[in-house]
């Protein structure tokens, strides 16, 4: 399957501080990739939708000026969480989209950032 | 409004036997679903995918099945395997989009 990688693998930060997370994919080009949250035992839930060249999608909630989101290539897109705070800690994890089985694209997941915010 | 539910949050096997992961989802327009396997503080892994055009989909250990008149399908694994525990995630979407909607998780124990 496609390869997605997230960089840092895990980060603890300061409140107020700005924390950018990488996400690549390594071995095909994505024009969508996705960003992702999951707190302890919850679902995967969508934070926004990121399009290379053009601004992201946020779902309902999620304030667009706090998760700042580049997808500045192909193979790159980056979340930067502004002045987090402790709420802020929380799992993220990326996708992107690949050709899958049946002929459908299908998202494939980076390993996610673990952030911890004092 | 949590439209794809996965109703056991856990489930034991003995090695071996078979593993039986259930999935409903309210949105009648989702047309294409897919399993994800999940280790903790790593991210999901692309199991095996349906479309709506079809009601099974089998792929080694792996077959999932769609019932779409009840809105549900299964992940079967056969023979379970001790690798095979983790959290296992159905998900949904509408068309193209990829958009892709979550339930919440069965954490599943193959035993010995």
């Known amino acids: 399957g496609a390869v997605v990688s997230q960089h840092p693998s895990r980060v603890i930060c300061k409140s107020g501080t700005s924390v950018k997370i990488e996400c690549r994919s390594l071995?095909?080009?994505?024009?969508?990739m996705f960003w992702y949250r999951q707190f302890p035992k919850q679902s995967l839930m969508l934070m926004a939708t990121?399009?290379?060249?053009?601004?992201?999608?946020?779902e309902q909630g999620v304030e667009k000026d706090k998760f700042l989101i580049n997808h500045a290539s192909l193979t790159l897109s980056t979340l930067t969480v502004t002045s987090a705070h402790p709420e802020d800690s929380s799992f993220y994890i990326c996708?992107?989209?690949?050709?899958?089985?049946?002929?459908?694209?299908?998202?494939?997941f980076g390993p996610g950032t673990r952030l911890l915010v004092l | 409004d949590q439209q794809v539910k996965q109703n056991s949050p856990s489930l034991s096997v003995q090695e071996g036997r078979i593993s039986i992961l259930n999935c409903d989802y309210t949105?009648?327009?989702?047309?294409?679903f897919l399993w994800y396997k999940k280790y903790p503080a790593e991210g999901p892994t692309f199991l095996i995918s349906?479309?709506?055009?079809?009601d099974k989909n089998e792929d080694g250990r792996f077959t999932v099945f769609l019932n779409k008149s009840a809105k549900h399908l299964s992940l079967h694994i056969v023979p379970s395997q001790p690798g095979d525990s983790a959290v296992y995630f159905c998900?949904?979407?509408?068309?193209?989009?990829?958009?892709?909607?979550f339930g919440t998780g069965t954490r599943l124990q193959v035993t010995l």
């Open positions: 071995d095909f080009q994505a024009t969508t």
């Open positions: 349906i479309s709506s055009i079809k």
């Open positions: 949105n009648s327009m989702f047309d294409y």
């Open positions: 998900a949904a979407s509408v068309g193209t989009a990829s958009k892709l909607t």
């Open positions: 990121s399009n290379e060249g053009s601004k992201a999608t946020y």
């Open positions: 996708s992107a989209r690949a050709p899958g089985g049946g002929g459908r694209e299908t998202q494939y």
